[in-house]
């Protein structure tokens, strides 16, 4: 059970890695009854990384995508899926 | 009706061509956007467009689709590149085929508006003074609000 996590521009800079792996049995559930993992209980968990983690990933704006879709915190992670976090976009 | 992503410049020209095809319809508007020498007063040397391949193209995807149901086009494209991009070099191409001049003209805007804001393309500015990632801007924030209101340009 794990999901692939990507990070992108100034998040990949800052962090230092672009993908990775991340086993999915160690994030503590969101909700102990429904054994809900969401982008939120992911979030949280790499934030206790450290200091640089948790000051990236706390940004104000930072954008997750699951599965190539902008999704709120509250979104369900599954096995297999794919998360990206980056900052607001800027194309064009 | 389709899209591209690509690292070489847009041959703008060609792009016209293949989108009017043997049949340009009653009205084609295209945007084509450059990189700029200068940011305020910062002076940029070159732009790097950092992209995240499978989401670009399914979001790119979308936004197409949806001005071509909204603005009831004939035909539409968009290209965007990404890498290392020299000043004065195409950075992103929209076109729209429509019966009218102003389904094609606010189709691209359109376009244009929501891919600022929603694809994931990232650029990072090279001036004297070293690399700098670009910040969102609030006014294209409110530019694609007005599209979601129903408003036009």
């Known amino acids: 059970m794990s999901i692939t996590i990507k990070l992108f521009a100034s998040l990949r800079e800052a962090l230092g890695q672009s993908e990775f792996q991340l086993e999915l049995g160690a994030i503590p559930v969101e909700n102990e009854a429904s054994s809900v993992i969401n982008v939120a209980s992911i979030k949280a968990a790499l934030s206790a990384r450290g200091s640089q983690w948790h000051d990236a990933l706390n940004q104000p704006n930072l954008v997750h995508a699951l599965n190539h879709k902008v999704v709120y915190l509250d979104a369900i992670v599954a096995d297999g899926d794919e998360l990206a976090l980056f900052p607001p976009m800027t194309g064009g | ?153």
């Open chain 2, 1 to 153: 009706m389709t899209v591209s992503l690509q690292a070489e410049p847009i041959d703008v020209v060609a792009e016209y061509a293949a989108l009017v095809g043997g049949a340009p319809g009653a009205a084609v508007a295209t945007f084509t956007g450059y990189v700029r020498n200068h940011t305020g007063e910062n002076p940029v040397g070159a732009l790097e467009l950092e992209h995240y391949p499978e989401m670009a193209l399914r979001v790119l995807e979308e936004l197409g689709q949806q001005a071509a149901e909204r603005f009831g086009l004939l035909r539409w494209r968009i290209v965007h590149r990404f890498g290392v991009l020299p000043v004065s070099e195409t950075i992103v191409w929209v076109g729209a085929m429509a019966d009218h001049r102003g389904e094609a003209i606010s189709a691209c805007e359109c376009m244009m508006d929501m891919l600022k804001t929603d694809a994931p393309f990232w650029k990072r500015e090279q001036g004297p003074s070293g690399a700098r990632w670009v910040a969102s801007c609030e006014s294209d924030g409110q530019r694609r609000a007005r599209w979601e209101r129903g408003e036009r340009a």
